[in-house]
């Protein structure tokens, strides 16, 4: 994993393949491509070089920099694309507490911000700072909700709850307890690990002791495989459910059949195979998935797709921004952020994105895919 400076190196590439003669747009991204963020930051690092580099006849300049998952680093990051680069759109952070001091940020530069994390709290409740931040990534509340609807038809009374003790975890835990008693179900704990944790054994012997129904855990990337090992290996066979920030090959390689069977709500990009021909989140996956083996010679992961759906985001915003004024203008910054705003039906890797001024996550359940990990794979749940 490169630090701050090997990482700008290894991008020198992408960033002259842009040029800079011409008339360009600058786009900054920070990203947790070191750290306990890395499962999402090194998938969305290795995308930049699948970013288209021309839009609307202008060329596109990306400078990105590795946050290391630190949110100290991250708004670092993004006051130096800013204030030395200048950028007309700042992308990141791959994480939500990395994520959440760039609200400011970019608020005070009036810098449309789009993040890769997932938490809701990034965009709601709509305000002054807010209205310059979009998100990619479904809400919580939404996959959370169309979880617990799963799981209520399943016939559980009483859930489990093991999740990473940072904004992404507790905002499941909020949405969960809240909409939980609605269908009948009680939570029978709160159970809490930090992403770096090298165990959750306690955690995992705490929630046993409740004798759940099922237990729900609450992580993303390669953390979220501990809690699930823990379970199994004390014996525990009843269903298990996570987020979509599960959705990575490494969790299942990681995992092994101790993941086998868990289940969530999920993006198209990850059972695109098992949509119907017509879908037209097969012509957006194709798109992403045929540029990023160009780039890179292998198949890209969900993390990837953030990324590559926020440039989505811009580049649809990019002509209508063009007809108002200039890159690298205060009044262009502006334009492409009402630009953004007006999205309709736009199919994403992430979903069916329908901006508004009150909702910069633009989705509904209509996003929110049933999947299963089954025999090393996700699968939609039939």
Not at 110 to 115: E, Q
Not at 214 to 236: C, D, H, N, W
Not at 262 to 268: L, N, S
């Amino acid at each position: 994993m490169l630090g701050n400076k090997g990482w700008m190196i290894a991008l020198t590439a992408v960033v002259l393949s842009a040029g800079s003669a011409h008339a360009q747009i600058k786009v900054g991204i920070t990203m947790s491509a070191s750290g306990p963020g890395a499962a999402l930051g090194q998938p969305q690092s290795k995308t930049v070089a699948a970013l288209p580099k021309e839009i609307a006849g202008q060329k596109i300049t990306y400078f990105a920099l590795d946050d290391e998952s630190d949110p100290t680093k991250g708004a670092q990051n993004a006051r130096k694309l800013i204030t030395e680069e200048k950028v007309d759109v700042l992308i990141g952070s791959s994480l939500t507490p990395v994520s959440l001091p760039l609200i400011d940020i970019a608020a005070e530069a009036k810098t449309p911000l789009l993040s890769l994390a997932a938490a809701a709290i990034l965009v709601a409740p709509m305000d002054d700072k807010r209205k310059w931040v979009f998100k990619v990534v479904p809400n919580d509340d939404i996959m959370a909700n169309a979880i617990l609807k799963y799981i209520a038809k399943t016939g559980v009374k009483t859930l489990g709850y093991i999740g990473v003790s940072d904004a992404y975890g507790e905002g499941y835990y909020k949405v969960l307890s809240e909409a939980a008693p609605k269908l009948g179900i009680t939570l029978t704990g709160h159970e809490v690990y930090a992403r770096s944790d090298a165990s959750v054994t306690g955690q995992a012997l705490k929630i046993l002791a409740t004798k759940p129904d099922a237990i729900f855990v609450a992580s993303a990337g390669t953390p979220a495989v501990l809690p699930q090992k823990a379970l199994r290996e004390r014996g525990y066979k009843g269903p298990i459910f996570q987020t979509h920030g599960v959705a990575t090959e490494e969790f299942i390689k990681l995992g092994g059949k101790d993941v086998d069977g868990a289940i969530f709500t999920g993006e198209a990009f990850t059972v695109v195979n098992d949509l119907p021909a017509d879908s037209p989140f097969r012509k957006t996956t194709a798109a992403f998935v045929d540029a990023y083996k160009a780039a890179n010679g292998n198949i890209p992961s969900i993390f990837g797709a953030h990324l590559w759906d926020s440039m989505t985001l811009v580049e649809h915003a990019i002509p209508g921004a063009l007809k108002v004024a200039k890159p690298g203008t205060e009044e262009f910054r502006a334009a492409l952020r009402n630009e953004i705003e007006k999205t309709k039906d736009l199919a994403l890797n992430n979903g069916l994105s329908n901006m508004t001024p009150d909702n910069h996550n633009g989705y509904d359940e209509r996003s929110a895919f049933l999947i299963e990990v089954k025999d090393g794979a996700f699968h939609m749940v039939k």
